[in-house]
């Protein structure tokens, strides 16, 4: 059988990250949803991703998933920011309010699926800024967002890596 870290591994998009977090988080947790959207918007450095409750939607910041993609090390780094990023906000989703569980529950599913030295688990405990320092660093755009939609994230085949 293939590890998850093996799966993560071989995620060439949006849809397979996002199959890989369902699993693991109904692995953990014993809950599941569908029918969520994904959306990529130009935001604030300060916000990696957002789901408003209530919503079928997840937006992730685009200036971030750039500067990350440009500046990962390996697809495996890009894929775990991206894991992390979309585990986060599909937990928002299933119900889990504060801000803090929900990041105990990334890092606890995380440490759970991928061990304590994978990139997704570093990016849980210790922060996307603290495995991509440019994040931290670089000037992000200040411009109007603009918004992409990732059609039926469930199912797509949209490549983050531009």
């Avoid at 919503?55 to 990962?72: C, F, Q």
């Avoid at 495996?76 to 529950?105: A, T």
């Amino acid at each position: 059988m293939t590890s998850y870290s093996d799966r993560l591994d071989a995620c060439e998009n949006f849809g397979d990250v996002f199959e890989l977090v369902k699993k693991t988080a109904e692995r953990s947790l014993g809950q599941r949803r569908a029918g969520l959207m994904l959306y990529l918007a130009r935001l604030p450095r300060h916000i990696g991703a957002f789901h408003t409750m209530g919503t079928n939607g997840i937006v992730m910041n685009r200036n971030t998933l750039d500067i990350v993609t440009h500046g990962a090390r390996s697809l495996r780094e890009i894929n775990s920011y991206v894991y992390s990023i979309l585990l986060h906000e599909y937990l928002h989703s299933l119900g889990h309010v504060e801000e803090r569980d929900v990041r105990k529950l990334v890092y606890d599913i995380s440490l759970e699926t991928f061990g304590p030295d994978h990139p997704a688990t570093k990016i849980a405990s210790q922060g996307p800024s603290q495995v991509f320092p440019d994040i931290a660093l670089n000037e992000l755009p200040n411009e109007t967002p603009d918004v992409e939609v990732i059609p039926d994230v469930e199912r797509s085949s949209h490549r983050y890596i531009s």
